[in-house]
T-cell receptor, first 115, second 112 residues
Protein backbone atom coordinates (compact mmCIF):
# COMPACT_ATOMS: atom_id res chain seq x y z
CA UNK A 1 0.00 0.00 0.00
CA UNK A 2 0.98 3.67 -0.11
CA UNK A 3 3.59 4.87 2.32
CA UNK A 4 3.95 8.19 4.11
CA UNK A 5 3.95 11.08 1.65
CA UNK A 6 5.19 14.62 2.14
CA UNK A 7 4.84 17.78 0.13
CA UNK A 8 6.51 19.72 -1.21
CA UNK A 9 9.65 17.68 -1.70
CA UNK A 10 11.70 20.86 -1.90
CA UNK A 11 10.93 24.38 -0.71
CA UNK A 12 13.07 27.49 -1.09
CA UNK A 13 11.88 30.54 0.79
CA UNK A 14 13.18 33.94 1.75
CA UNK A 15 14.09 34.74 5.31
CA UNK A 16 11.09 36.11 7.18
CA UNK A 17 8.42 34.33 5.15
CA UNK A 18 6.07 31.68 6.54
CA UNK A 19 6.07 28.12 5.20
CA UNK A 20 3.75 25.14 5.51
CA UNK A 21 4.89 21.55 5.16
CA UNK A 22 2.41 18.74 4.68
CA UNK A 23 2.42 15.11 5.73
CA UNK A 24 0.01 12.36 4.68
CA UNK A 25 0.42 9.32 6.95
CA UNK A 26 -0.19 5.71 6.02
CA UNK A 27 -3.92 5.07 5.91
CA UNK A 28 -5.18 3.84 9.26
CA UNK A 29 -2.16 5.05 11.23
CA UNK A 30 -3.30 7.08 14.20
CA UNK A 31 0.10 8.32 15.39
CA UNK A 32 2.14 10.86 13.44
CA UNK A 33 5.60 12.24 14.16
CA UNK A 34 7.68 15.15 12.86
CA UNK A 35 11.49 15.12 12.91
CA UNK A 36 14.11 17.48 11.55
CA UNK A 37 17.46 16.54 10.04
CA UNK A 38 20.08 19.25 9.82
CA UNK A 39 23.83 19.18 9.24
CA UNK A 40 24.74 20.53 12.62
CA UNK A 41 22.19 18.74 14.81
CA UNK A 42 21.55 15.37 13.20
CA UNK A 43 18.05 13.95 13.28
CA UNK A 44 15.86 15.43 16.04
CA UNK A 45 12.31 14.87 17.21
CA UNK A 46 9.92 17.83 16.96
CA UNK A 47 6.38 16.75 17.88
CA UNK A 48 4.04 13.79 17.75
CA UNK A 49 0.29 13.38 17.44
CA UNK A 50 -2.00 10.65 18.65
CA UNK A 51 -5.19 11.33 16.74
CA UNK A 52 -5.57 15.09 16.62
CA UNK A 53 -3.89 15.84 19.92
CA UNK A 54 -0.17 16.43 20.50
CA UNK A 55 0.93 14.88 23.82
CA UNK A 56 4.59 15.74 23.24
CA UNK A 57 5.68 19.01 21.64
CA UNK A 58 8.98 19.09 23.50
CA UNK A 59 11.13 19.16 20.37
CA UNK A 60 9.69 22.30 18.78
CA UNK A 61 12.66 24.70 18.80
CA UNK A 62 10.75 27.96 19.21
CA UNK A 63 7.27 29.45 19.18
CA UNK A 64 7.71 30.12 15.45
CA UNK A 65 7.06 26.43 14.94
CA UNK A 66 3.59 24.93 15.18
CA UNK A 67 1.82 21.86 13.89
CA UNK A 68 -1.72 20.70 13.61
CA UNK A 69 -3.52 17.59 12.57
CA UNK A 70 -7.12 17.45 11.49
CA UNK A 71 -9.41 14.49 10.97
CA UNK A 72 -6.78 12.22 12.45
CA UNK A 73 -4.98 12.14 9.13
CA UNK A 74 -3.07 14.92 7.36
CA UNK A 75 -0.71 17.07 9.40
CA UNK A 76 0.76 20.49 8.64
CA UNK A 77 3.95 21.86 10.15
CA UNK A 78 4.09 25.65 9.98
CA UNK A 79 7.20 27.75 10.43
CA UNK A 80 6.61 31.46 10.80
CA UNK A 81 9.16 34.16 10.03
CA UNK A 82 11.68 31.63 8.76
CA UNK A 83 15.35 32.00 9.65
CA UNK A 84 18.39 30.57 7.91
CA UNK A 85 18.93 28.10 10.76
CA UNK A 86 15.54 26.57 9.90
CA UNK A 87 17.10 25.13 6.73
CA UNK A 88 16.91 21.35 7.09
CA UNK A 89 15.10 18.25 5.87
CA UNK A 90 11.80 17.82 7.68
CA UNK A 91 10.77 14.18 8.01
CA UNK A 92 7.37 12.83 8.91
CA UNK A 93 6.64 9.34 10.21
CA UNK A 94 3.51 7.45 11.17
CA UNK A 95 2.71 4.37 13.19
CA UNK A 96 -0.41 2.30 13.72
CA UNK A 97 -0.74 3.75 17.22
CA UNK A 98 1.49 5.53 19.68
CA UNK A 99 2.95 2.85 21.85
CA UNK A 100 6.17 1.09 22.58
CA UNK A 101 5.76 -1.82 20.20
CA UNK A 102 4.67 0.09 17.12
CA UNK A 103 7.23 0.75 14.41
CA UNK A 104 7.49 4.19 12.83
CA UNK A 105 7.49 4.44 9.02
CA UNK A 106 9.13 7.47 7.47
CA UNK A 107 8.29 9.62 4.49
CA UNK A 108 10.84 10.98 1.96
CA UNK A 109 11.07 14.38 3.67
CA UNK A 110 10.78 18.01 2.65
CA UNK A 111 14.04 19.85 2.05
CA UNK A 112 13.64 23.45 3.24
CA UNK A 113 16.15 26.09 2.22
CA UNK A 114 15.88 29.57 3.69
CA UNK A 115 17.81 32.20 1.73
CA UNK B 1 19.01 12.87 28.62
CA UNK B 2 19.54 10.03 26.16
CA UNK B 3 22.52 10.39 23.87
CA UNK B 4 23.25 8.00 21.01
CA UNK B 5 26.64 7.74 19.35
CA UNK B 6 27.71 5.75 16.31
CA UNK B 7 31.20 4.67 15.43
CA UNK B 8 32.75 4.90 12.92
CA UNK B 9 31.35 8.05 11.31
CA UNK B 10 32.39 6.77 7.89
CA UNK B 11 33.56 3.44 6.55
CA UNK B 12 34.85 2.39 3.15
CA UNK B 13 35.25 -1.31 2.30
CA UNK B 14 35.68 -3.46 -0.81
CA UNK B 15 32.78 -5.59 -1.94
CA UNK B 16 32.47 -8.94 -0.20
CA UNK B 17 33.79 -7.89 3.20
CA UNK B 18 31.89 -8.52 6.40
CA UNK B 19 31.55 -5.41 8.54
CA UNK B 20 30.29 -4.18 11.89
CA UNK B 21 28.68 -0.86 12.72
CA UNK B 22 28.51 0.25 16.33
CA UNK B 23 25.87 2.18 18.28
CA UNK B 24 26.08 3.17 21.94
CA UNK B 25 23.52 4.88 24.16
CA UNK B 26 23.82 6.49 27.58
CA UNK B 27 20.46 5.60 29.19
CA UNK B 28 19.75 1.87 29.33
CA UNK B 29 16.02 2.37 30.10
CA UNK B 30 15.07 1.76 26.50
CA UNK B 31 12.04 -0.02 25.13
CA UNK B 32 13.53 -0.85 21.76
CA UNK B 33 16.30 -0.01 19.31
CA UNK B 34 15.92 0.34 15.58
CA UNK B 35 18.43 0.36 12.72
CA UNK B 36 17.65 2.40 9.60
CA UNK B 37 19.35 3.07 6.31
CA UNK B 38 19.13 6.37 4.50
CA UNK B 39 20.01 6.82 0.84
CA UNK B 40 21.00 10.30 -0.39
CA UNK B 41 17.96 12.53 -0.75
CA UNK B 42 15.63 9.83 0.55
CA UNK B 43 13.77 9.09 3.76
CA UNK B 44 14.59 6.37 6.26
CA UNK B 45 14.09 2.67 5.62
CA UNK B 46 13.72 0.50 8.70
CA UNK B 47 16.08 -2.47 8.68
CA UNK B 48 15.70 -4.15 12.05
CA UNK B 49 13.83 -3.50 15.29
CA UNK B 50 15.07 -5.11 18.51
CA UNK B 51 12.88 -5.06 21.60
CA UNK B 52 14.69 -4.50 24.91
CA UNK B 53 13.99 -8.10 25.94
CA UNK B 54 15.72 -9.47 22.83
CA UNK B 55 19.42 -10.04 22.23
CA UNK B 56 19.44 -10.02 18.43
CA UNK B 57 17.45 -9.85 15.24
CA UNK B 58 18.33 -11.13 11.78
CA UNK B 59 17.13 -10.23 8.31
CA UNK B 60 18.96 -11.71 5.36
CA UNK B 61 22.59 -10.60 5.46
CA UNK B 62 21.91 -8.27 8.40
CA UNK B 63 22.20 -9.16 12.06
CA UNK B 64 21.68 -6.69 14.88
CA UNK B 65 22.57 -7.39 18.49
CA UNK B 66 21.62 -5.54 21.64
CA UNK B 67 23.32 -5.43 25.03
CA UNK B 68 21.03 -3.15 27.00
CA UNK B 69 22.99 -3.22 30.24
CA UNK B 70 26.15 -1.96 28.58
CA UNK B 71 24.30 0.44 26.27
CA UNK B 72 25.52 -1.05 23.01
CA UNK B 73 24.18 -2.39 19.76
CA UNK B 74 25.98 -3.66 16.68
CA UNK B 75 24.81 -4.10 13.11
CA UNK B 76 26.65 -6.85 11.27
CA UNK B 77 26.50 -6.87 7.47
CA UNK B 78 27.72 -10.04 5.81
CA UNK B 79 29.22 -10.19 2.33
CA UNK B 80 28.79 -6.48 1.65
CA UNK B 81 27.62 -5.29 -1.78
CA UNK B 82 27.82 -1.91 -3.53
CA UNK B 83 24.05 -1.59 -3.04
CA UNK B 84 24.65 -1.51 0.71
CA UNK B 85 26.25 1.92 0.33
CA UNK B 86 24.15 4.33 2.39
CA UNK B 87 24.08 6.05 5.77
CA UNK B 88 23.09 3.77 8.63
CA UNK B 89 21.32 5.23 11.66
CA UNK B 90 20.42 3.65 14.95
CA UNK B 91 17.61 5.03 17.08
CA UNK B 92 16.35 4.20 20.56
CA UNK B 93 12.97 4.65 22.15
CA UNK B 94 13.09 5.24 25.89
CA UNK B 95 10.50 3.54 28.04
CA UNK B 96 7.47 5.80 28.43
CA UNK B 97 8.31 8.03 25.47
CA UNK B 98 7.16 7.85 21.87
CA UNK B 99 9.97 9.74 20.21
CA UNK B 100 13.01 8.12 18.69
CA UNK B 101 16.44 9.43 19.66
CA UNK B 102 18.81 9.03 16.73
CA UNK B 103 22.51 8.42 16.56
CA UNK B 104 24.93 10.42 14.50
CA UNK B 105 25.04 7.88 11.67
CA UNK B 106 27.70 5.85 9.85
CA UNK B 107 28.23 6.59 6.17
CA UNK B 108 29.13 3.33 4.41
CA UNK B 109 30.71 3.03 0.99
CA UNK B 110 31.16 -0.41 -0.56
CA UNK B 111 33.32 -0.36 -3.68
CA UNK B 112 33.03 -2.93 -6.46
Amino acid sequence: GAGVSQSPSNKVTEKGKDVELRCDPISGHTALYWYRQSLGQGLEFLIYFQGNSAPDKSGLPSDRFSAERTGGSVSTLTIQRTQQEDSAVYLCASSLRAGDSYEQYFGPGTRLTVT
Amino acid sequence: KQEVTQIPAALSVPEGENLVLNCSFTDSAIYNLQWFRQDPGKGLTSLLLIQSSQREQTSGRLNASLDKSSGRSTLYIAASQPGDSATYLCAVRNTGFQKLVFGTGTRLLVSP
